[in-house]
């Protein structure tokens, strides 16, 4: 593969996550640029994860970075600007969104049993995406963080609650999930329960779509006699 070509495929491996993409919209092109917490703070996510995300995009050359020129005591910024080749990225994210579309209708009107079939395509996706996961085994507060950090980097702009739920401000999907809510929100209700198998969760997973206009709920709900 040639130089332009690896360069090409790194960057659609780096905008094949929906939350680089909306960070890569927020990153201006002009100005002084922007930094990892202002970024954290319009996507809903930690800083540390966000910087993950900014440095990836840096690597593949879709915006730089620089240290902003500080005039008074304290540690200069590090400020991230799109670079000036990069068109915004919405283009890229509603391609899937228009695939995403025009499959999830396919499969509603399919003389097939599209509720489980999507329920297990979610499973098995849920496993291989889990499959590494370090705190395999782990406490229920080692079982939810892995859960935020997979949602995180699947788009969902994930949040724990202190009631224990976990919100997802951000669905990568959600006009189609609106439509075709069987479809969508049956393969991430799958996703969660392939996840929580290699995790050894020994309980249950809710999924409450839109409890808000643009939030929904995940709940982890334990076995009675309190193990997990």
């Known amino acids: 593969m040639s130089e332009t070509a690896a360069s090409v495929a790194e960057r659609h491996r780096a905008l094949s996550n929906p939350t680089r993409v909306r960070i890569l919209e927020i990153v201006p092109q002009d100005g002084d640029g922007v930094d990892a917490g202002s970024v954290a703070r319009q996507v809903g996510l930690h800083v540390n994860t966000v910087r993950a995300h900014l440095e990836m995009l840096e ?31 919405p283009s890229v994210e509603n391609a899937y969104v228009a695939l995403a579309q025009a499959l999830a209708a396919s ?43 997979l949602l995180d980097d699947l788009g969902f702009a994930a949040a724990p609650d202190p009631s224990g739920r976990i919100d997802l401000h951000r669905c990568p999907f959600a006009d189609v999930a609106r439509e075709h809510p069987d479809i969508v929100c049956g393969l991430h209700q799958g996703i969660l329960t392939g996840a929580l198998e290699v995790l050894d969760f020994d309980g249950a997973v809710r999924l409450d779509p839109f409890v808000t206009p643009r939030t929904c709920s995940v709940w982890l709900e334990e076995r009675s006699d309190g193990r997990a």
């Open 59 to 89: 690597k593949v050359d879709l915006v730089t970075s620089g240290f902003e020129d500080r005039h008074r005591q304290g540690r200069p910024r590090r400020l991230f600007r799109r670079a000036p080749s990069t068109e915004p990225a």
């Open 107 to 149: 499969m509603h009107h399919a003389d097939i049993d599209a509720a489980q079939m999507v329920a297990d395509a979610g499973a098995r996706w849920g496993r291989e995406l889990m499959h590494a996961a370090p705190t395999r085994g782990a406490g229920m507060a080692d079982i939810r963080t892995e859960l935020v950090t």
